[in-house]
């Protein structure tokens, strides 16, 4: 076992909670539905800018399990967006190597929005200058729960680890916008060593920059993963 750490300072697996469409759009006098637009143009910037910034893995939440607990017609527009965003997306997607996934339920997604995934996943499958991983009724403790059921008896921490992060591996660094200081139920296992970055930036509002600053702030720390600094040992 190592006493000290191996300091690894990029972040390779970044995630985002994309807080604060909705207090965007009421500074402004606009409905819900234009914040949660302004949230998808910032989307788009970080996607492009992130493999400029090493990171190999964006986890983004787009949609909580809980979510489903907001008024029939913001949760109409929210899907018709992840729609429109799939069809818009998919071709600069393809051409930018970025592999889409989405994690998440889908039994309870409309049969078309199903389709427009599993197109946009075909498409983009050998993209390889960014996974980007969006969260769609998502609940880090169901997808926990199912993989522990899927292992049955060779369950541990270790085929655990394996099944839920695979090839992205833990999360590095996790951005929450808005003010908010919560992890609502998003990838709980895979944070277990996250470093986190709470801004109060509102989504629609966060810029290449802001992702800049936040790896800054990421590089500066200091991770031991329970052993001590090396200058210590
Ligand atoms: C949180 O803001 C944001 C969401 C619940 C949805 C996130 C969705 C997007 C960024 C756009 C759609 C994404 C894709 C991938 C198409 P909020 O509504 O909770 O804002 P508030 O807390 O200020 O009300």
Redesign the pocket.
């Given at each position: 076992m190592q006493s000290t750490c191996d300091s690894k300072q990029n972040a390779d697996h970044v995630a985002i909670i994309?807080?604060?469409?909705?207090?965007?759009a009421?500074a402004q006098n606009l409905p819900?539905s234009a914040?949660?637009?302004a949230?998808?143009d910032?989307?788009r910037r970080i996607v492009r800018a992130a493999p400029g910034h090493g990171i190999r893995t964006l986890t983004?939440?787009?949609?909580?399990a809980d979510?489903w607990r907001r008024p029939a017609n913001e949760v109409a527009i929210?899907m018709q967006?992840?729609g429109?965003?799939l069809d818009a997306e998919t071709e600069d997607l393809v051409r930018d190597g970025v592999r889409l996934s989405i994690i998440g339920r889908r039994d309870r997604l409309s049969p078309a929005l199903v389709a427009e995934i599993e197109r946009s996943e075909q498409a983009t499958q050998f993209g390889d200058a960014l996974h980007l991983r969006?969260a769609?009724d998502y609940s880090a403790r169901a997808a926990i729960a199912d993989a522990a059921r899927a292992l049955g008896p060779n369950v541990s921490e270790e085929n655990l680890t394996a099944t839920l992060t695979g090839e992205d591996g833990d999360v590095d660094l996790l951005i929450r916008t808005?003010g908010?200081r919560r992890l609502s139920d998003f990838l709980l296992w895979e944070c277990a060593y996250a470093e986190f970055v709470f801004t109060p930036r509102?989504?629609p509002d966060f810029t290449e920059a802001d992702l800049a600053g936040a790896l800054a702030d990421f590089g500066a720390r200091n991770r031991t993963f329970g052993a001590i600094p090396a200058e210590a040992a």
């Amino acid at each position: 076992m190592q006493s000290t750490c191996d300091s690894k300072q990029n972040a390779d697996h970044v995630a985002i909670i994309m807080d604060g469409n909705g207090r965007w759009a009421r500074a402004q006098n606009l409905p819900r539905s234009a914040g949660h637009r302004a949230g998808i143009d910032a989307l788009r910037r970080i996607v492009r800018a992130a493999p400029g910034h090493g990171i190999r893995t964006l986890t983004v939440f787009a949609f909580s399990a809980d979510n489903w607990r907001r008024p029939a017609n913001e949760v109409a527009i929210l899907m018709q967006l992840f729609g429109e965003f799939l069809d818009a997306e998919t071709e600069d997607l393809v051409r930018d190597g970025v592999r889409l996934s989405i994690i998440g339920r889908r039994d309870r997604l409309s049969p078309a929005l199903v389709a427009e995934i599993e197109r946009s996943e075909q498409a983009t499958q050998f993209g390889d200058a960014l996974h980007l991983r969006v969260a769609v009724d998502y609940s880090a403790r169901a997808a926990i729960a199912d993989a522990a059921r899927a292992l049955g008896p060779n369950v541990s921490e270790e085929n655990l680890t394996a099944t839920l992060t695979g090839e992205d591996g833990d999360v590095d660094l996790l951005i929450r916008t808005a003010g908010e200081r919560r992890l609502s139920d998003f990838l709980l296992w895979e944070c277990a060593y996250a470093e986190f970055v709470f801004t109060p930036r509102l989504w629609p509002d966060f810029t290449e920059a802001d992702l800049a600053g936040a790896l800054a702030d990421f590089g500066a720390r200091n991770r031991t993963f329970g052993a001590i600094p090396a200058e210590a040992a």
